[in-house]
C-alpha cells in the first residue's frame, strides 16, 4: 500500500509514498492540451520510503 503526494496520513502511518508536483502536473496536462506536437512527457516525481516499505 502506499500514499500519494506526502500527505500527513500517509507520514503518520507510515506508508511509502510517492511525491509530485500538483503544480507542475497541472502545467504538464496543459501542455498536452494545447500541443499537438508533443509526443511524450516527463512527470517527475520522488519515492518517499517508509516503514511500509518491506527492504
Known amino acids: 500500500m502506499t500514499g500519494w ?5 500517509a507520514k503518520r502511518e507510515g506508508l511509502t509514498t510517492v511525491r509530485r508536483s500538483t503544480r507542475d502536473q497541472g502545467a504538464l496536462c496543459a501542455r498536452m492540451l494545447f500541443d499537438d506536437h508533443l ?3 516527463d512527470a517527475p516525481c520522488t519515492v518517499i520510503a517508509r516503514s ?4
Not at 5 to 9: E, K, L, M
Not at 52 to 55: E, I, L
Request: glycine content about 16%; hydrophobic content about 35%; overall charge neutral.
Open 39 to 41: 509526443a511524450t512527457l
Open 52 to 55: 511500509a516499505t518491506s527492504r
Open 5 to 9: 503526494d506526502g500527505g500527513p496520513v
